[in-house]
Every structure is written in structure tokens, then in C-alpha cells.
């Protein structure tokens, strides 16, 4: 069994900052990757950062400079944080963890609202 365990979600206004948390935890040999996707109502879910276990990360162009990825030394919770956080940022946020040669698994997600 594998859990991933997000916070940090909530509404917040235009300009503003969050931080998204994700832990995972469970039978995982080794993680690959972990990383964040959005997913819009009327959209499809979308990339918006993630980074490997080579410590690579890569952002969606919509984010860059005004997200960063991290997660702490022992690799198994990533953070997303969030400034200068626009309207269209608005959307339920998962987290994705790869692990034990190219599994996945998905968080349940957490709900980002920005208000103008």
C-alpha cells in the first residue's frame, strides 16, 4: 500500500502566497519523481512542476518564477510553493508520486483558489 498525503490547499487572494505538501509513505522501494498537476474545471489536468531523484526539476512555462519545487532530505515529502499566485492558478492540485521502475500514484488533490 502506498499513501500520499496532501496539504496546504485554500483560497487566497490575487498576489498572494501558499505552500503545497505532499508525503508519501507505504511499500516504495524507491522514489523516481514526484510533482505536482492541476487540473482546471473544464480542463484537463495539466503539468505544473515536478523533480526527480536526481534532484532535476522541471516547470510548467505558465508557473516558472513564481512556483518552486523542493522536498526535504529524505526525499519522501515534495513541496510546492506558490507566489504571486493569479485567478487562473485556480484548480484542484495533485500530487504524483513515481517509484519502483516507472509506478505511479496519485494523491486525491487539493483545492487552490485564487480570488481577484
Known amino acids: 500500500q502506498v499513501q500520499l498525503v496532501e496539504s496546504g490547499g485554500g483560497l487566497v487572494q490575487a498576489g498572494g502566497s501558499l505552500r503545497l505538501s505532499c508525503a508519501a509513505s507505504?511499500?516504495?522501494?524507491?522514489?523516481?519523481?514526484m510533482g505536482w498537476y492541476r487540473q482546471a474545471p473544464g480542463s484537463q489536468r495539466e503539468l505544473v512542476a515536478i523533480i526527480t531523484s536526481d534532484s532535476s526539476t522541471n516547470y510548467a512555462d505558465s508557473v516558472k518564477g513564481r512556483f518552486t519545487i523542493s522536498r526535504d532530505s529524505a526525499k519522501t515529502t515534495v513541496y510546492l510553493r506558490m507566489n504571486s499566485l493569479k485567478p487562473e492558478d485556480t484548480a484542484v492540485y495533485y500530487c504524483?508520486?513515481?517509484?519502483?521502475?516507472?509506478?505511479?500514484?496519485w494523491g486525491k488533490g487539493t483545492l487552490v483558489t485564487v480570488s481577484s
Open positions: 504524483k508520486l513515481v517509484y519502483d521502475y516507472g509506478r505511479d500514484y
Open positions: 507505504g511499500s516504495i522501494a524507491s522514489i523516481e519523481a
